[in-house]
């Protein structure tokens, strides 16, 4: 057991997986000498050779369609999109191909593929690199969208994507890479696909999030104890298939419900939650679902980053909001 | 200045329109009986063909993208490839599935709108029909990568329209099939058109086979129309492929005799004339002109197979007539391994048996 980063869990599950199955093969771009922009591929290439760790020309699409002829040829890809602003053109894949390959062939063929992707905002980064695009994939039929954020999970979900035999969008969110550190047994076990993480139980309001956002979750759930209101905060880590059972047995509880994301907010992600506990779990709600999203405005460039973002200020205004219904 | 790359794409035609030998043929034809299973599968996807036309436009079928003159083209490849292979279709390669082995009441089932016209069970690696454009030539990529990875001696054949080779997956697949020297066949189905857009509203290249020339792989282009041709051409580059020698793209000529599907009408865009043109150059009376003129067909073999390929067609047509509709669990059944717990309540309102819907009453205040 030894404590680490977000990207080297990445990296430990990648290793561990291609050291147990031959099959998984890793590609993208920059991967192989260079590691990875974010070294999350770092030693792979010397561990496992250059045949299973594929360093591909820039051709994101190429990729994308690559890894769905080698998962339907009997391998487990594991690509790499450099960063989510770049991700946008595998979507003619992923939902004409990689989404329907199983249900276009009865079974004859499937895909076990994963494409991970560094996303989100908050490493002032140049522009197109602080995407929050899982809105965009959470809408494919027939794959899995599932969203790291920490080292533990990172480890465990990965592992899992890798083994599952239907497609995973995998995002990593840039922001925690290396934000902090966590201890992790590589001890080759995943963790569940279809079940949200309750990271902090509380009374009185359940903050639902993925990614970086469940650390300005934490934080906001700090401010708010102090004051002594006690959120729930709850990792989706799965956003498709949603885990909603988790979440109504929180709300059920706490009768309050605030739901956050990084991304802009209409037909965001957190829409599709609020609609749902609207739907399901009104009778237990003493106050209306509350969304707390990035603007609908364009990812702005690091300047104004901080400005775009929620952060714990918006996210106590919005508990302060639902708290005031009894 | 200095010539630092010079490049040539060769063309090959064995048969003329006429059905004469325009230059030496290659071994397999020298003997033209090794030529005769190319004619009668060709006859079979002609008449395969008239009956789904016939089929829609009596409403027992829906859209079809027929495959009226290409026919020498799905003869030769399906007559050269390994049966470890693996092809990848575009929409319009219902013959080289057949010779693959597939039932051709899974092509009528795949146009009459059920996704078992999918299920090649006697081909079960061959990718389904593609319908976005050219995104099965990465695929391809994938399949060959997997291939030489594992080394086995097999190839990964893609085939695309005209059309196709304007996008970039298109160019991004023959680029990487370059670096990594994969055992993989690119064939373009050059029928003149995409959909309205004629050849030369395509691209300005003269030829489509030169596109390979910028990814450093091997090209050719052949007469799509002669059978013996297309067997050289892609037999060659098959070869080339399992032998390590890496990727070829082909463009094979022809002409779509055809309207793109049933649901349009070529009319509109190209002559009466230009079409009669067409109608001289294409494949099935070239071959047999000849086989005839070598003494290996007759009319008496014309009609035994006229009569063969009726009974085929029937006993496909029926094959598809009494597949029953899938149920609507179909919809969720192949959707994931295993259907996720969160959409299992879909699946079950979907295939809750059909209530017939409550009268709507108006309610009028006072």
């Given at each position: 057991m030894s404590s680490i980063t977000l990207v080297e869990a990445v990296?430990?599950?990648?290793?561990?997986?291609?050291?147990?199955?031959?099959?998984?093969?890793?590609?993208?771009?920059?991967?192989?000498?260079?590691?990875?922009?974010?070294?999350?591929?770092?030693g792979l290439l010397g561990r496992f050779g250059a045949e299973r760790v594929v360093d591909t020309p820039l051709s994101e699409a190429l990729i994308a369609g690559m890894a769905i002829g080698m998962a339907a040829e009997g391998l487990r890809p594991v690509a790499e999109i450099q960063f989510a602003g770049f991700a946008y053109v595998t979507l003619d894949q992923i939902l004409n191909h990689a989404g329907r390959?199983?249900?276009?062939?009865?079974?004859?063929?499937?895909?076990?593929?994963?494409m991970r992707m560094p996303c989100g905002a908050g490493i002032r980064a140049p522009e197109h690199h602080s995407e929050s695009p899982e809105a965009i994939f959470a809408h494919v039929p027939g794959i899995r969208l599932v969203y790291a954020s920490s080292p533990r999970r990172a480890y465990g979900l990965l592992l899992a994507s890798i083994a599952d035999p239907d497609p995973v969008v995998f995002l990593e969110?840039?922001?925690?890479?290396?934000?902090?550190?966590?201890?992790?047994?590589?001890?080759?076990?995943?963790?569940?696909?279809?079940?949200?993480?309750?990271?902090?139980?509380?009374?009185?309001?359940?903050?639902?999030?993925?990614?970086?956002?469940?650390?300005?979750?934490?934080?906001?759930?700090?401010?708010?104890?102090?004051?002594?209101?006690?959120?729930?905060?709850?990792?989706?880590?799965?956003?498709?298939?949603?885990?909603?059972?988790?979440?109504?047995?929180?709300?059920?509880?706490?009768?309050?419900?605030?739901?956050?994301?990084?991304?802009?907010?209409?037909?965001?992600?957190?829409?599709e939650v609020s609609a749902n506990v609207s739907e399901q779990g009104l009778m237990s709600l003493l106050a209306p679902v509350e969304r707390v999203t990035a603007w609908d405005t364009v990812t702005p460039m690091a300047r104004l980053e901080s400005r775009y973002m929620p952060d714990r200020r918006r996210i106590v205004a919005a508990a302060h909001k639902v708290m005031q219904y009894h | 200045m200095t010539v630092v790359a010079r490049f040539e794409v060769r063309y090959t035609q064995y048969l003329d329109p006429q059905g004469q030998v325009v230059r030496t043929l290659p071994d397999f034809a020298r003997d033209p009986r090794a030529l005769v299973?190319?004619?009668?599968?060709?006859?079979?996807?002609?008449?395969?063909?008239?009956?789904?036309?016939?089929?829609?436009?009596?409403?027992?079928?829906?859209t079809y993208a027929s495959t009226l003159g290409k026919e020498a083209i799905d003869a030769g490849v399906g007559a050269v490839l390994a049966r470890d292979d693996v092809v990848l279709p575009s929409y319009r390669e219902s013959g080289i599935l057949f010779l693959r082995g597939v039932s051709p009441h899974r092509v009528f089932l795949y146009w009459g709108g059920d996704e078992r016209g999918n299920v090649f069970p006697e081909s079960p690696r061959d990718f389904p029909f593609c319908v976005p454009i050219a995104l099965q030539v990465p695929h391809a990529v994938g399949v060959a990568y997997a291939m030489k990875l594992r080394k086995e001696p097999r190839v990964a054949l893609a085939v695309l329209g005209d059309g196709a080779t304007s996008k970039g997956d298109f160019y991004e697949a023959l680029n990487a099939a370059g670096v990594w020297k994969l055992p993989l066949v690119a064939l373009v189905v050059n029928n003149q058109y995409a959909i309205s857009v004629p050849r030369h509203r395509q691209s300005a290249s003269e030829t489509l086979a030169q596109k390979a020339i910028a990814a450093g792989?091997?090209?050719?282009?052949?007469?799509?129309?002669?059978?013996?041709?297309?067997?050289?051409?892609?037999?060659?580059?098959?070869?080339?492929?399992?032998?390590?020698?890496?990727?070829?793209?082909?463009?094979?000529?022809?002409?779509?005799?055809?309207?793109?599907?049933?649901?349009?009408?070529?009319s509109r865009y190209r002559s009466a004339g230009e079409l009669a043109e067409a109608w001289k150059r294409e494949p099935i009376v070239?071959?047999?002109?000849?086989?005839?003129?070598?003494?290996?067909?007759?009319?008496?073999?014309?009609?035994?197979?006229?009569?063969?390929?009726?009974?085929?067609v029937q006993a496909a047509v029926k094959a598809y007539l009494e597949t029953p509709p899938p149920g609507p669990e179909q919809m969720f059944h192949f959707l994931y391994a295993r259907l996720p717990h969160a959409f299992a309540w879909q699946r079950d309102e979907a295939c809750a048996p059909e209530r017939v819907p409550e009268p709507h009453v108006e309610h009028h205040a006072g």
């Amino acid at each position: 057991m030894s404590s680490i980063t977000l990207v080297e869990a990445v990296n430990l599950a990648l290793a561990r997986a291609m050291e147990e199955d031959p099959r998984v093969t890793v590609l993208g771009e920059d991967i192989g000498v260079d590691g990875g922009v974010f070294r999350a591929t770092a030693g792979l290439l010397g561990r496992f050779g250059a045949e299973r760790v594929v360093d591909t020309p820039l051709s994101e699409a190429l990729i994308a369609g690559m890894a769905i002829g080698m998962a339907a040829e009997g391998l487990r890809p594991v690509a790499e999109i450099q960063f989510a602003g770049f991700a946008y053109v595998t979507l003619d894949q992923i939902l004409n191909h990689a989404g329907r390959l199983r249900h276009r062939t009865q079974g004859r063929l499937c895909c076990p593929m994963v494409m991970r992707m560094p996303c989100g905002a908050g490493i002032r980064a140049p522009e197109h690199h602080s995407e929050s695009p899982e809105a965009i994939f959470a809408h494919v039929p027939g794959i899995r969208l599932v969203y790291a954020s920490s080292p533990r999970r990172a480890y465990g979900l990965l592992l899992a994507s890798i083994a599952d035999p239907d497609p995973v969008v995998f995002l990593e969110p840039s922001r925690l890479y290396r934000l902090f550190k966590e201890e992790v047994g590589d001890d080759g076990e995943p963790l569940p696909l279809d079940t949200a993480f309750v990271l902090r139980e509380g009374t009185d309001l359940t903050l639902v999030t993925w990614g970086a956002m469940t650390h300005e979750a934490l934080a906001a759930a700090d401010d708010l104890a102090a004051e002594d209101v006690y959120a729930e905060v709850i990792d989706v880590a799965t956003l498709k298939p949603l885990d909603l059972d988790t979440i109504l047995a929180s709300v059920a509880k706490t009768r309050r419900c605030v739901v956050l994301t990084e991304a802009p907010r209409s037909c965001s992600f957190a829409s599709e939650v609020s609609a749902n506990v609207s739907e399901q779990g009104l009778m237990s709600l003493l106050a209306p679902v509350e969304r707390v999203t990035a603007w609908d405005t364009v990812t702005p460039m690091a300047r104004l980053e901080s400005r775009y973002m929620p952060d714990r200020r918006r996210i106590v205004a919005a508990a302060h909001k639902v708290m005031q219904y009894h | 200045m200095t010539v630092v790359a010079r490049f040539e794409v060769r063309y090959t035609q064995y048969l003329d329109p006429q059905g004469q030998v325009v230059r030496t043929l290659p071994d397999f034809a020298r003997d033209p009986r090794a030529l005769v299973p190319d004619y009668r599968a060709m006859l079979l996807m002609r008449a395969l063909d008239a009956k789904a036309i016939a089929m829609q436009r009596t409403g027992q079928m829906g859209t079809y993208a027929s495959t009226l003159g290409k026919e020498a083209i799905d003869a030769g490849v399906g007559a050269v490839l390994a049966r470890d292979d693996v092809v990848l279709p575009s929409y319009r390669e219902s013959g080289i599935l057949f010779l693959r082995g597939v039932s051709p009441h899974r092509v009528f089932l795949y146009w009459g709108g059920d996704e078992r016209g999918n299920v090649f069970p006697e081909s079960p690696r061959d990718f389904p029909f593609c319908v976005p454009i050219a995104l099965q030539v990465p695929h391809a990529v994938g399949v060959a990568y997997a291939m030489k990875l594992r080394k086995e001696p097999r190839v990964a054949l893609a085939v695309l329209g005209d059309g196709a080779t304007s996008k970039g997956d298109f160019y991004e697949a023959l680029n990487a099939a370059g670096v990594w020297k994969l055992p993989l066949v690119a064939l373009v189905v050059n029928n003149q058109y995409a959909i309205s857009v004629p050849r030369h509203r395509q691209s300005a290249s003269e030829t489509l086979a030169q596109k390979a020339i910028a990814a450093g792989i091997a090209c050719e282009q052949l007469d799509g129309n002669d059978a013996i041709a297309v067997r050289d051409a892609v037999g060659r580059a098959l070869e080339r492929a399992r032998s390590g020698g890496g990727p070829t793209l082909l463009e094979a000529l022809t002409y779509r005799l055809s309207d793109h599907t049933t649901a349009d009408d070529a009319s509109r865009y190209r002559s009466a004339g230009e079409l009669a043109e067409a109608w001289k150059r294409e494949p099935i009376v070239r071959l047999r002109s000849w086989l005839a003129a070598n003494g290996h067909w007759s009319k008496d073999d014309e009609e035994a197979l006229h009569r063969e390929c009726a009974k085929r067609v029937q006993a496909a047509v029926k094959a598809y007539l009494e597949t029953p509709p899938p149920g609507p669990e179909q919809m969720f059944h192949f959707l994931y391994a295993r259907l996720p717990h969160a959409f299992a309540w879909q699946r079950d309102e979907a295939c809750a048996p059909e209530r017939v819907p409550e009268p709507h009453v108006e309610h009028h205040a006072g």
